[in-house]
T-cell receptor, first 113, second 111 residues
Framework: DGGITQSPKYLFRKEGQNVTLSCEQNLNHDAMYWYRQDPGQGLRLIYYSQIVNDFQKGDIAEGYSVSREKKESFPLTVTSAQKNPTAFYLC????????????FGSGTQLSVL | GQNIDQPTEMTATEGAIVQINCTYQTSGFNGLFWYQQHAGEAPTFLSYNVLDGLEEKGRFSSFLSRSKGYSYLLLKELQMKDSASYLCAATANQAGTALIFGKGTTLSVSS
């Protein structure tokens, strides 16, 4: 079955530590996105990539980094510079046309120890 | 700039009809999406409107007025399982092909 897989489901970060959230899709989608969701809030765009080896900052990119070396993969690293990383992180993808719906992964809940 | 506004919370009873409004101001608007999200889960797609008017899909309908920057999601014959957050989203020039989301409306359905 095609879909988007995020791992891990839950992740804990110690102070000063970098952590990486995995996102893999087998839908052959060109575009991939990372969103952050805080309790009771909507989704805020962190980074997006419309094609392999290219990515753009979203509204809240500070303290995060990404790579897009393969079409299927778009990992997100939460760096120690992100002082308030506790949130629900969602990865999404679509073929890249603006009139197409996003397909979402099941999310990663990141918490600080 | 970009702005998408929705009410924060709404309540309704089983069997009733509820309308969730969304107003938007985005440059490079292409169309308006509605998603449903249960707590701790990923959003799931409900509807997409690109032309003015009402689109009906079972118990859910969505309306768009491009001239007024306004959309609504209409839920009929409410069921307990409809208790969730409802997110409206649109594209904006400065976000490439990404969707910009409103903060979501939390709907609570009671018996």
């Amino acid at each position: 079955d095609g879909g988007i897989t995020q791992s891990p489901k839950y992740l804990f970060r110690k102070e000063g530590q970098n952590v990486t959230l995995s996102c893999e899709q087998n839908l052959n989608h060109d575009a991939m996105y990372w969103y952050r969701q805080d309790p009771g809030q909507g989704l805020r765009l962190i980074y997006y990539s419309q094609i392999v080896n290219d990515f753009q900052k979203g509204d809240i990119a500070e303290g995060y980094s990404v790579s897009r070396e393969k079409k299927e993969s778009f990992p997100l690293t939460v760096t120690s510079a992100q002082k308030n990383p506790t949130a629900f992180y969602l990865c999404a993808s679509r073929r890249g046309q603006v009139n197409e719906k996003l397909f979402f992964g099941s999310g990663t809940q990141l918490s600080v120890l | 700039g970009q702005n998408i506004d929705q009410p924060t919370e709404m309540t309704a009873t089983e069997g009733a009809i509820v309308q969730i409004n969304c107003t938007y101001q985005t440059s490079g608007f292409n169309g308006l999406f509605w998603y449903q999200q249960h707590a701790g889960e990923a959003p799931t797609f409900l509807s997409y409107n690109v032309l003015d008017g009402l689109e009906e899909k079972g118990r859910f309908s969505s309306f768009l007025s491009r001239s007024k920057g306004y959309s609504y999601l209409l839920l009929k014959e409410l069921q307990m399982k409809d208790s969730a957050s409802y997110l409206c989203a649109a594209t904006a020039n400065q976000a490439g092909t990404a969707l910009i989301f409103g903060k979501g409306t939390t709907l609570s359905v009671s018996s």
